[in-house]
Structures are given as C-alpha cells and as structure tokens.
C-alpha cells in the first residue's frame, strides 16, 4: 500500500508515469484536471464553474476541487495504493489531502517531482495528443511518441485528441501558476522528507523501465 503525489509543470509527463504506475504498480489513478474534464463533459454544474478557470489556465477555486475529490476518495479503496496526478497544486490543497488521508489512516509516502526545464514545456504541451477512449487514456506527442497511424490510438484504435487548454496562450498560463502556487509544494516535501527528484530532458519518452527504476532508488534510500 502506497500512496504516491505526482509534481510537476503541466506537460511534465505526469498522466503518463500514472497511467505506467496504474498498470504496472495495480494503483488507482487519482487525476483532478481528468475529473474536471468529465464533468465538462457531461455538463454538469460543476463542470460548469470549473470551465471558466480551466479555460483560462487558473486554478478552480479550492473548495471545489477539494470537495469533488472528497466524494471520490472511497471508491478507490481495493487499490493497491493511489497515484495523485495534478492534486495537490498549493499548500491549502496538501494539507486537506494529508487530513484525508490520515481519516483512513494512511499518508503521502513518497512525491515523485518531474523536473523539467520551462522552455521545453510549451513545446511538449502543444504537440501532446491523448486518446480520447477514458478507459484507455493513451498519451502521444507529436513530436517524439508519434502514434503508428496519424491521428490513431495506437493501443486500443480510438480516436486521437487535442485538449482545448493545450494551446500556447493557456499554457503560458498555466505556468505561470505552477510556478507561483504549485512550486512550493517542492519545498514543502522536502522538508517533510518524501521528495523524490527526476530530472528529464527534452524528447524523453517516460517508459515503464525509468518508473520502476525511480521507486527502487527512492525505496533504497529511504
Ligand atoms: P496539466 O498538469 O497539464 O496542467 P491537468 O489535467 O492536471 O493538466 O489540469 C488541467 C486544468 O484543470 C488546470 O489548468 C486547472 O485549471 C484544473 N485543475 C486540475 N487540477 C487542479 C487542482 N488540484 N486544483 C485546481 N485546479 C485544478
Ligand atoms: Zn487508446
């Protein structure tokens, strides 16, 4: 049983070491900004109130967001442990997760930081392509992790694509963000010991091997 926060600039690769830990660990998959998505989607209410900020590339207020992960917390229960993909991105967020967890007496156990250089995210974002099949959640860039047919899941045939905040202007936003909110998060597990840093350079395709070398280097030194 692990619970693992994932850290990183939008773009960073954090949905495809969850997508490899959700396979190759059998941990549930916990991503905000997927949630977020699927209420849109379906139109709901909150969907809604979280299409404004999203659009925008801000953060959905705290409240909302910690409130929709609240009513799913329990249906992940069987899992070998829960990946956290894009939760937390601020202190306030941390902190409700931390008492979250403790109601069912568990903890964060290690936070994996995707450490990538600013220049290269845009780049990445803008040429990133996701399956649209939810069960398959494939992610391809254009550039370096191209599908086999243009514009085709390679895994399970569906339809490729683009997300709407996945342009140049949203992005530059989004960064922005991440690095005047989700930053300190760094400094903050640091301190609490469970920040386990890697470093990736441009065109780097994240592969089972890497994901599966950084928990045994992460559990060896502990
Ligand atoms: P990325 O990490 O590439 O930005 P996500 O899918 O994690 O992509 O998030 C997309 C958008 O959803 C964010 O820009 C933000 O507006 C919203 N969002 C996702 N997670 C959170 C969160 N924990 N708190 C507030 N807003 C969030
Ligand atoms: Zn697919």
Redesign the pocket.
């Known amino acids: 049983m692990m619970n693992i926060v994932l850290l990183?600039?939008?773009?960073?690769g954090?949905?495809t070491v969850s997508n490899l830990l959700e396979k190759t660990q059998n941990m549930a998959h916990i991503?905000?900004?997927?949630?977020?998505?699927e209420e849109i989607k379906n139109k709901t209410e909150l969907g809604k109130k979280?299409q404004e900020?999203?659009?925008?590339?801000?953060?959905?207020?705290?409240e909302?967001?910690?409130n929709m992960?609240k009513g799913k917390m329990n249906e992940y229960k069987d899992s070998n442990g829960v990946v956290f993909?894009?939760?937390?991105?601020?202190i306030k967020?941390a902190e409700a997760l931390e008492q979250m967890l403790k109601d069912k007496n568990q903890k964060v156990d290690l936070v994996l930081f995707l450490d990538i250089p600013d220049e290269e995210i845009i780049y990445r974002?803008v040429k990133?392509r996701i399956c649209s099949n939810k069960e398959c959640g494939a992610i391809y860039n254009l550039e370096y992790k191209k599908p086999k047919v243009d514009g085709i899941c390679d895994i399970c045939g569906s339809k490729l694509i683009q997300?709407k905040?996945?342009n140049e202007e949203?992005?530059t936003?989004?960064l922005k963000?991440?690095h005047e909110q989700t930053k300190e998060l760094i400094k903050y597990y640091e301190e609490k010991k469970l920040l386990y840093r890697v470093k990736l350079h441009a065109n780097i395709n994240i592969t089972e091997e890497m994901t599966k070398e950084w928990l045994k280097s992460y559990n060896e030194n502990r």
């Open positions: 990183g600039a939008p773009g960073s954090k949905g991503a905000t900004g997927d949630m977020f998505r979280a900020y999203i659009d925008k590339g801000n953060l959905v207020p705290d909302i967001t910690i992960l993909d894009g939760f937390p991105r601020n967020q974002t990133r997300r905040d996945d949203t992005i936003e989004r963000v991440y």
